[in-house]
């Protein structure tokens, strides 16, 4: 009883309280305020590299999109999208005329999506998540609008992939998400730029677009 009185002293004393434990709303909070109601993000290769994952789109644990439109000849490779790496993270990127997307998180859950060989010319890919639960979801992979691979994900992250990792366009800077490609490979082809929708998330404020 009297360690209890004490900590309750030095609580008020040093302005712990209210204390919170709810992390999932706290970070909803957080990003609510730092992104103030936008919802969709274009980031362009070469130059959208080393960002702080703090400060990158939001997509943790809400429905969201990515896409990008390729003229491709057949001999691309390497990352279009990477955030994270060996702690947990996603990569998506193509290898052997294959678009690729593995996702990692903390406990050692790992998800992989791949398409079929990729066709030359004019081509849109898109990674989709379907949220399902508060860190649960649904992944699918589409190439030009033709879906052809999905898979569960009953275990997402809700914060931080990384304290050190960062997310990256055309390269990843740190550590891969798994052993499929080598350390910073960038991507080899026309890649131009890549765009990231929320595409069903609660944000206060208008909707608004933002170049990086």
């Not at 709810?22 to 969709?40: C, I």
């Not at 992250?157 to 960038?186: I, N, P, R, Y």
């Amino acid at each position: 009883a009297e360690l209890k009185d004490l900590w309750e002293q030095q609580a008020w004393k040093y302005n712990v309280f209210p204390l919170y434990d709810d992390v999932l709303k706290r970070s909803a909070k957080r990003t609510a305020q730092l992104f103030k109601g936008q919802t969709k993000f274009v980031y362009y290769f070469p130059g959208a590299m080393n960002i702080a994952d703090t400060v990158a789109a939001p997509i943790k644990a809400v429905d969201h999109s990515m896409s990008t439109r390729l003229n491709l000849q057949g001999d691309e490779r390497g990352v279009i999208v990477a955030d994270g790496g060996v702690e947990g993270g996603f990569s998506w990127y193509i290898k052997n005329r294959r678009l690729h997307y593995d996702y990692r998180w903390i406990d050692g859950s790992f998800y992989r999506l791949r398409s079929g060989k990729l066709p030359k010319g004019d081509v849109t890919l898109r990674f989709d998540y379907k949220k399902l639960g508060p860190i649960s979801g649904k992944g699918f992979l589409r190439v030009n609008d033709e879906l052809v691979d999905e898979v569960s994900m009953p275990q997402v992250a809700f914060g931080k992939f990384s304290l050190s990792e960062t997310f990256d366009v055309g390269v990843d800077t740190g550590t891969t998400v798994s052993g499929m490609l080598e350390h910073g490979q960038k991507f080899i082809g026309n890649l131009d730029q890549v765009e990231i929708e929320l595409t069903a998330a609660k944000v206060s404020g208008a909707a608004v677009g933002r170049d990086l």
